[in-house]
């Protein structure tokens, strides 16, 4: 009887232990820190799973519960997944931070402050323009990095906007990727120069579909290819793509593709180009990119491989 009790006893000290310790593994808020641009929020609580997105640096992810010693769970962007703990802090002040907004319909097009207090607009921002960095001030106003500028809006003109769910996930192209060049499409303005000759020779004993993914690039053991995107003009709304094979339809000579969204960048001109390391595979396609150029027209190209010199080649549909 008096092992019961005493097991008893102890039982009650551990379930009344457990509320207490759920309270110390929630966080609350937490602020993106120690990284030079962006963390991956990932499926489980390990470097070698699913990147679900991206969370830039000084970005504010939610509901945040510590995992283990080195994982936090955290929920960004709709989407919930693990952080590794180094790279989060609690928020010290209730700053309020989007990685991007979209301007939204409103009777004009959205002022564009160069202060914070600015009462004469600098310029006026179209409905549906995405604004990147921006953080929400206490006077109602957002300061945002509108193309190469920055500067200030109006909350009510903005809401939160993620990439990732608002691009589809299927690409179907409508020739076949492996004929050649569309020379009769508009010449190209992106253009794309390599770091360094491809490390081709490290990649012949592994399979096309092995690591043909663009997270595979988080594995040091893996050659990544560092690359420039850049252009002498000013394109808009460079999306970069991983993609893989789906479907080959042969009636109708289509190629459907699975796309994630990697990376964004609403403007890009000489000074602003976009620097990227991934893995790439050159015979079978992982990597593509599209934009629009001054025309408003669209391009899209795969990132691939020259057969010739090894170097990276934008081969334009």
Not at 105 to 112: E, G, H, I, K, R
Not at 122 to 151: F, K
Not at 169 to 180: A, K, M, N, S
């Amino acid at each position: 009887m008096r092992k019961f009790v005493s097991l008893m006893i102890v039982l009650c000290m551990i379930l009344a232990a457990f509320p207490a310790m759920a309270d110390m593994d929630y966080l609350g808020d937490m602020e993106v820190v120690n990284c030079e641009e962006w963390v991956s929020l990932r499926e489980l609580p390990s470097t070698s799973a699913k990147r679900l997105t991206k969370v830039y640096l000084g970005a504010v992810v939610n509901n945040c519960q510590q995992f283990g010693d080195d994982w936090i769970y955290a929920e960004y962007d709709g989407k919930g997944g693990y952080i590794l703990a180094e790279y989060l802090q609690p928020c010290i002040e209730e700053t309020l931070v989007h990685s991007a907004m979209m301007i939204t319909l409103y009777p004009d097009d959205a002022p564009f402050y160069a202060a914070v207090d600015s009462t004469e607009p600098l310029d006026y921002i179209p409905a549906n323009t995405i604004v990147r960095d921006c953080v929400i001030m206490d006077n109602g106003r957002v300061y945002v990095e509108w193309g190469c500028r920055s500067g200030y809006i109006n909350l009510m003109h903005a809401e939160a906007y993620s990439e990732m769910l608002h691009f589809p996930r299927q690409i179907t192209l409508r020739v076949d990727p492996f004929g050649g060049e569309d020379e009769d499409g508009p010449a190209p303005a992106l253009q794309i120069a390599d770091s360094s000759i491809f490390p081709i020779m490290e990649y012949e004993e592994h399979t096309y579909f092995e690591y043909a993914d663009y997270m595979a690039a988080d594995d040091p053991e893996l050659p990544k290819v560092t690359f420039v995107l850049y252009t002498d003009t000013t394109i808009n709304h460079v999306h970069l793509f991983s993609v893989s094979m789906s479907a080959w339809d042969e009636e109708h000579g289509e190629e459907v593709y699975e796309a994630t969204l990697e990376e964004i960048q609403y403007q890009m001109d000489s000074d602003h180009p976009m620097y990227v390391g991934a893995v790439i595979w050159g015979d079978m396609p992982n990597l593509a990119v599209g934009y629009l150029d001054a025309e408003d027209v669209y391009h899209f190209a795969f990132i691939e491989i020259s057969g010739e010199d090894g170097s990276l080649i934008l081969r334009e549909f």
